[in-house]
């Protein structure tokens, strides 16, 4: 089992910063067959369906939903396993929870383990 532990939301006014942090109970990105291999971040507004925010899909290659490109960057830590996302000039269409992902699953683009989310909030 990978426990992922995020923290980091909050309220903010629109234009205002945030950034969350995931931090995994497993190694990431080591090439070890039990290293956590993908890991990102989806959100998920009331009333809409989860959708990807950012993640890196590999250990050398990151997605972003055009929504935040230019605004968000996800990094990584992996000394300690820990994968950030930085978000900047927030919108009040980023408010939602957010949910850290990560895969250890050598076949297959699903994310296998999920955190319990964290509430970010952009106020007009």
């Known amino acids: 089992q990978v426990q992922l532990v995020e923290s980091g939301g909050g309220l903010v006014q629109a234009g205002g910063s945030l950034r969350l942090s995931c931090a995994a109970s497993?190694?990431?990105?080591?090439?070890?067959?039990?290293?956590?291999?993908?890991m990102g971040w989806y959100r998920q507004a009331p009333g809409k369906q989860r959708e990807l925010v950012a993640a890196?899909?590999?250990?050398?290659?990151?997605n972003y939903a055009e929504s935040v490109k230019g605004r968000f960057t996800i990094s990584r830590d992996n000394a300690k396993n820990t994968v950030y996302l930085q978000m900047n000039t927030l919108k009040p269409e980023d408010t939602g929870v957010y949910y850290c992902?990560?895969?250890?699953?050598?076949?297959?683009?699903?994310?296998?383990?999920w955190g319990q989310g964290t509430q970010v909030t952009v106020s007009s």
């Open positions: 497993r190694s990431i990105f080591t090439g070890n067959i039990f290293s956590i291999n993908a």
């Open positions: 992902a990560a895969r250890t699953r050598r076949v297959g683009t699903q994310y296998d383990y």
């Open positions: 890196f899909t590999s250990a050398t290659s990151t």
